[in-house]
C-alpha cells in the first residue's frame, strides 16, 4: 500500500523502470508542422518538413523496436517519500434508523389507509353540520349550502336565483351527498399519508395549513367552476368549515393506531422468510 | 534491461543533486520528457499562456464596443480578431488544459506509474504546440485580402461559402485549417491514451466502478474526442480539397453545398462543447466532495449521466442551424433531442447539491469556485434550453443572447471549475499551497466581472444586437448594456492579474503543502507533493472509492457500504 | 491493510485488464472510421448532384480484380501470421511478401485507372462534385494502404534481417488487424462507389 513503511524495504525496489526520455516525438511533431506550413509558405518549407518527420519517425521507431527503451529511475530514499496514512482521530458515529439522513424514508411507520377512510367521513360530517348551521343561521334554509355546493355540476341550480337555491332540490340533495361524501374520503386518505409529515402535532398544523391551502386554491379558481357558489361564498364561514374538517380528519388519523413499514425490518423478515415474532 | 544510454549524465530532481542543473539541461529534460506530469503541466501552461493572449484579444472587443460608433479597431481587424478570439479559446486554451488535467491526473488517481503511450503522449502535446504556433504566425505571414500580415478572420466556425477561395483570397483561412487540424491530431493522440490508460492500466482491484469519478467522466471525454475530431479533419481536408485543388464540395456554382459545410462542422462542434466542458464536471466531482466531507451523492447515476451525455450529444448538432432553413421534422427532432440532452446534465446538478446536503461545507478557494459553477452553468443550461425552442432560437441566433449564453458555460462552467482544479491540485503539483488570500481576491473580482460582462449581453441579445458586427449606432438601447460588458473586462482582468500573482508568489513563498492538504480520499493524494516520477513507490491496490478514506477509518472502511 | 480480512479479489486471483495495443488499435480504428463515415457521407449525399459530366455511371467500371487482390491479401496476411506463431519465419515472410505484393497490386491499378480518368476521360478533382467525391474517398483508402504498405514492408525488411522474434507476435497481430481493417473499409468504398454510385 502506499506509504506503508511497516513492510520490510527489501520489498521496495531500489530503482524504477520508467520510459526514457526522448526527443523523436518531438522532432516528429516539428516536421508534420513544417510539412503542413510549406503548403501555405514555400514548397521547400513542406520538403524539409518531410525529411524532418522521417528522421524523427525512424528516430522514435528506434526508441520503441525492438522493446521500449527505459530508463532505471532512482527510489528516493524512505525521508523523502510519501507519509503513511494517519488513521483519523475520532470515530465516525453511525447514523441511526429515523435519524435524520439515515436512509430510509421517513416517516418509516405510517398511518393505515383505514383510519384515512374513517377520518374523512368524521371530517366530513362535521363539516356538514356546520355548513347546514351556516345555512340555518343565516339563510333560514338547511338546503342553501347544499344547492350551493351541487351548483358546481347541476346547470339549473347554477343559473338559480337565491331564492330558488333556498329551496328542496333532489337533484342538488343527491349530488351534494355525492360530492361531500367522495371529497371528504379522497382528503382523508390524503390526510392519512401527511399528517406524519407534520411537525410535532401534526393533526393540529394539517388541520391548519392544509385547509387554507386549498382555500386559496378555491378561491383563484372558485369563478371557473362554480360561478355561482363563488359570488356567494361567505368566506369567513368558509374557511372555519374548512379548518374544522382539517382539523377533525387530523385528529383522528392521528389517534389512529400506526404501523411498522417494512424498511426497519432486516432482509430476512421483509421477503417473508422470518416471522414478525422471531425478529425479536 | 539496459539502462538508457540517452540522458546518463541528467539528475532526477527529487535525488539529491550534486549541483544545480545548468538551463540548457533543465531545457533539455523538458524538451525530451515523456513523463506524464511533465506533459500535463506543459499543457497547460501553454493553455493558460494562450488563454492571456486570446483573452488580451477579447479585451480589445470590448473597448472596440464599449461606445457606440466606435473607431478603436477598423473592422477587419476586429473580424480578425473575434476569430482568433474564438478559434484559440476553443482549440489553444480548452483543449489543452484539459489535455493537461486528464494526463497528470489520470495516472495518478488509477495507481499506474505513466499513461500507456508515453511517447506518443509528447507527441501530442508538441504538435498542439506548434500547431497553436502555426495560428499565431498567420499574423506574420498569410497575406489576406487586405495588407500584409493578417490572421484568419472567418469566424471560429468558419463558414462557406466565405471560406472558399473566391472569398477568402490569400492563404489566412488555410492557417485556420491547417494549424486546428495538426492541433487536431494531437487531441486524438491524447485521447486514444487516455482511452487506452484507463482500461489497461487500472491498478488492482479498481474495478470500472470504483475509479474515480474525474476518471469515469475523462473516459466519456476521450471517447467523443476520438469519435467526433475526425468528421472536422475530414471537412477541413474537403475545404483544403477545395481551396488547393478545385475541388467542388462547397462550391454552390458547381452544385456543391454550404450547408453541409455546417453539418459536418457542426457534428463536430456540438459534441466538443461536451467535451470542453465535461471536464468541469469532472473537476467539480471530485472537488465538492472533498470540501463538503460526504461521498459524491449517487455515484452510479452519475456514471449513467455522464455516458448519456456522451451519446445524447452526438445526436443534437442541428440546433446551431435552425435558421437555415431545414424541414420542420428536423427542426422538431433537434429541438426534442437538445432538450432531452439537459436531463442528464440536470441530474448531475442534483447530485451535486445532494452532495453538499447534510455535509459539513468548508469554503476554501477551491470550493468557492465550484459553488458558482453550479450558479452560473445553471443560469447557462438554463438559457441553453431557452434557445433549444427552435423559433426563439429563430429570434436569438447570432445574436449576443448566444454569446452570453456560451459564455456563461464556458467561462462561469468551465474556466471557474480550472481555476477550481488549479487550486485545489497545485498543491499537489508543486508541494506548495496556493495563498487562500489572494485566492479569494482572485475569485470574488473574477466573479463580478465575469457576471458584469455577460449578464447584460443576455438583455443586448434580446434588444436585437447581432454577433460579430464591429460596431452599432447609438438609440438602439445597446449602449449601456455594452458599456457595462466592457467594464466588466477591467474586473476580470484584475482577477486574473491576483491569479497570476497568486501562482508566482506561492511558488516562490507557497506554504508547504505536504502530501494530502485537503483530507481528500483518492489514490493522487496519497503520495508525495510533487510525486516522484514513478508516482508511487509500490503500486496500490484499492477496495472500495475511495482507499484514503478506508485507510483513514479502518474501523468504518468504505468497502463495507459499496 | 492489503491482505487483512477477506478482500475483495483474492491475493491470489488474478488481475487480468485487456492489452494496451489492442485496445490502442481499436480506438484508433474507431477514430479513422468516423473520418471515412463522413467522406461516405459527402459521397452520398452528392451523388446524382453533379452540375455538369463526366459522370460516374459512364466512365466507372468496378476494379473486380484489384478488388480480389486486395481482399485475398487480408488472407495472406492471416497465413503469415499463423506462420509467424508456428515459429515458421521463412513461411512467415513468404506470406508477408505476397501480402505486400497484392497490396502493390491493388495500388497500381488504381493509379492505372486514375490516369484513364484523368487523361481520357477529363474526370478530375475539379471538374464536378463526382470528382471531388470520388478522388477524396478513393484517395483516403489509397494512402491508408500505403501507409499500410509501407508499415507491412519495414516489418518484411526486418524480418529479412532475423530482427523479428516471437516477442513481436503483438506488434505484427495489430499490423494485420490494420490490414483487415484496410481491407473492410474498401469494401464499403467500392459498394457506394461502383455498386450504389452507379
Known sequence: MPGNETKPSSETPTHIALPAPTMWPMV????????????????????????????????????????????????????????????????VEHLKLGQAGHRVRVPAEIHPYSSGLKAGIAGGAVMAVLALGYGLIRHGSLWYPINLLSAAAVPTLATATTEQLRAFSSTGLAVGIFAHGVVSLLVGFVYAVMVPMFPRRGWLWAGIVLPLFWTGLFYGTSKFINPALAGRVDWPWFVVCQIAFGMVTGYVVARSERIETRQTWPLAARIGIESQEERE | MPASSLNPAVPIPQAAAAERPSIPSILHEWVTTTDHKRLGLMYIMAGLLFFVISGCMAALIRVQLAFPNNDFLPPQMFNRMFTMHGTAMVFLVGMPIIAGLMNYLVPLMIGARDMAFPRLNAFGFWIFLFGGGLLYFSYLAAPGLSGAGSAPDVGWFAYSPLTGKAFSRGHSTDYWILSIMISGIGSIASAINVIVTVITMRCRGMTLMKMPMFVWIVLVVAYLIVIVLPPLTAAQIMLLLDRFLGAKFFDTQAGGSAVLWQHFFWIFGHPEVYVLILPGFAVATEIIPVFSRKPIFGYAVMVGASVMIGFISLGVWAHHMFTIGMSAMSNTFFATSTMLVGIPTGIKLFNWLGTMWGGKIRFKTPMLFCVAFLFQFLCAGLTGIMLAVAPFDWQLSDSYFVVAHFHYVLIGGLL????????????????????????????????????????PLHIAGILGMPRRIYTYDVGRGWDVWNLLASIGVIFQAVGILFFVGNILWSLWKGKKAGDDPWDAWTLEWSTTSPPPPYNFEVLPEVRSRRPLWDLKHPTDPDWKYE | MAAASSPTISAAAEWKLPSKRKVGLICLLATESALFTIFVVAYLFYLGKSLNGPYPKDILSPPWLASVALLSSSVTVVLAERAFLRGNLGRFKLMLFVTIALGVFFLGATALEWKRLITHDQFTISSNLAGSTYYSLVGLHASHVVIGLLLLSLVWVLSLANWVGPEQHERVEMLSWYWHFVDAIWIVVFTVVYILGR
Open chain 2, 416 to 455: 471557474f471549475t480550472i481555476f477550481g482544479a488549479i487550486y485545489y491540485w497545485f498543491p499537489k503539483a508543486t508541494g506548495k499551497l496556493l495563498s487562500e488570500k489572494l485566492g479569494k481576491w482572485h475569485f470574488w473580482v473574477f466573479l463580478i466581472g465575469f457576471n458584469l460582462t455577460f449578464g
Open chain 1, 28 to 91: 516528429t511533431a516539428f516536421g508534420i508542422t513544417l510539412l503542413v506550413t510549406g503548403l501555405v509558405t514555400n514548397l521547400a518549407v513542406s520538403v524539409v518538413g518531410l525529411v524532418v518527420a522521417l528522421v524523427g519517425a525512424v528516430g522514435w521507431w528506434r526508441d520503441v523496436l525492438p522493446a521500449d527503451r527505459h530508463e532505471h529511475v532512482p527510489v528516493v530514499p524512505p525521508s523523502e517519500r510519501a507519509q503513511p496514512v494517519q488513521v483519523a482521530a475520532g470515530r
